[in-house]
């Protein structure tokens, strides 16, 4: 294990501290390599310098615009059509003969599925 030099704090403040001596020890017990990556293939590496690959997908290119479109329709039809739908609640539940609260009861119905 490499020991650290403490010599600078010896000399101006005289033995170490329990906190020093503490973080000595700590010191110690981590492996120098802490920030490193050992693979058989690659030997040790730095992580943040790993070259990364490009993603891969199941999807070609024009089948994720695809998917990202279609979510986005389906993502505005339910504001689009709430916005209509409240504004006829009361006429509807006079024609319906029903109460306020069974109409509503629709709105939560649609919301839910």
Do not use: C, W
């Amino acid at each position: 294990m490499m020991q650290a030099n403490h010599s600078f704090l010896e000399s101006d403040r005289g033995p170490l501290t329990d906190v020093e001596q503490t973080i000595e020890k700590l010191t110690e017990t981590t492996p120098p390599a802490a920030g490193l990556v050992s693979s058989p293939d690659h030997g040790e590496q730095d992580l943040s310098r790993l070259p990364s690959e490009a993603p891969y997908s199941v999807f070609s290119r024009g089948t994720k615009v695809f998917i990202i479109f279609m979510v986005s329709i389906s993502a505005l039809i339910s504001p689009l059509a709430a916005t209509v739908y409240y504004p006829v609640l009361n006429p509807l539940a006079e024609e319906l003969h029903v109460s306020n609260s069974a109409i509503t009861l629709s709105i939560t119905t649609y919301m839910v599925k």
